[in-house]
């Protein structure tokens, strides 16, 4: 297998070459795994190749699989205008470099799966969310939905389209868990807000595991077979385009998260940090913070993965051993 990855040296893309990598050399099977970069020199596995965004608009490579995932993390800093411009083009330039590639491919990849976020479903509250549930409109939503669309331009060109929206990433190594950790460790680590927001969140072992599962699915049985009543998404041509939230199948309170996190690292978790201090730290971000969502893995059960984490304490314990 060929894969081409976007954002292969972020905090998802790294673990899942490494897994897949691992799987198939254990099985004794080929796989190739090529990172996008716009700098060759950056640093990367040994057993990894690199691309750059100018040798991919001359390459006649073919790939099996394309995996869209470079983007900027959207709570990595305050809203402002520039900022939103900043996490759109971040999205939208390496999407459209990928499409242009696919366009005049003579070999067309068999699926191009492309990130999202759970944040396309806008605000919800604690009512439950599959691959087939409306949206409120926010900024969190129309970048997701902006992003969606122009991937979903794959299927012009006859390649079916895999979105993952993807819930609250849990591992020691990043995301939201490295940057809560000196905190924690601190012992003024504590709930946001009154603590009942609903976290729809997955481990990283379970990101890569479930983004090989859905790889694996499509290219052994085709992407029409991979169709439930939940994960069909619209386009304007017959070519598959299919949505799975990747998140764990019981979301938690911000407030059980809290106390997990203070379990596991053996600290108290006495501290609140107030709505209204939230709300005058992010402003409009604070949105990501305060307010839940309860978004649910119906197309990835209804497919057959099995979750290795559902317990948010284990999954902590087991993936920093």
Known sequence: MNILISGGSGFLGSAFSKEIIRRYENKNEQIKITWLTRDKSQQHPDDVNMMTYDELANTNDPFDVIMNLAGAGIADSRWSDERK?????????????????????????KLMLSGSAIGWYGTQGDKPLTESSAYQTDFSHQLCDDWEQLALKATDYGVPVAIVRTGVVMHPEGGMIAKLLLPFKMGVGGQLGDGKQIMSWISREDWVGAAIFVIEKHLAEGSGSQVTP????????????????LTAPNPI??????????AWLHRPTIFTLPEFLLKLMFDEMSTLLIDGQKVLP?????SGYEFKHTDIQQALEEQSK
């Open 85 to 109: 411009e900043q996490l759109m083009a971040s999205r939208v330039k390496p999407t459209e470099s990928l499409l242009e590639f696919i366009a005049r491919s003579r070999v067309k990849p």
């Open 230 to 245: 939940n994960n069909k998404l619209k386009t304007h041509n017959d070519t598959p385009a299919l949505v799975y939230n």
């Open 253 to 262: 309170t911000n407030h059980k998260f809290t106390k997990a996190m203070g």
């Open 298 to 302: 119906q197309a990835l059960l209804d």
